[in-house]
């Protein structure tokens, strides 16, 4: 009898992490999406785009992002205990600056990937 156990609880288990999972993806504000064949990896997308620094102009926050890649990404800003901004675009090889929040709104810590 303790096989059937043994299974069952197993199940249970791997169902809760499942459900967890769809719920997670279902609730982020932010969702992964796959790569194209071609497309750099993560890790080397990652390197592509980058926070340069943040900036006070008036009653807005700003960021300021640089790609050193040739590719186009989507990006958005994280911002600690606030809300994360939207996905923004950079084309390759730039340098931009993006509203990131409000006077008082924290600066954004980092950038990730929409």
Sequence with gaps: MSKP??????LAVAGAGLALAVSAGATGAHAATATAAGAPSASAA???VSLVG???DGFSKYGTVRNICSGTYSFYF???NWPDTGCFSIGGNQTKSYRTGGIASPAAAR???C
């Design 78 to 80: 994280v911002i600690n």
């Design 5 to 10: 156990k043994r299974i069952t609880q197993a």
């Design 111 to 113: 950038t990730a990937y």
């Design 46 to 48: 990652a390197a592509c």
């Design 54 to 56: 943040t900036y006070s």
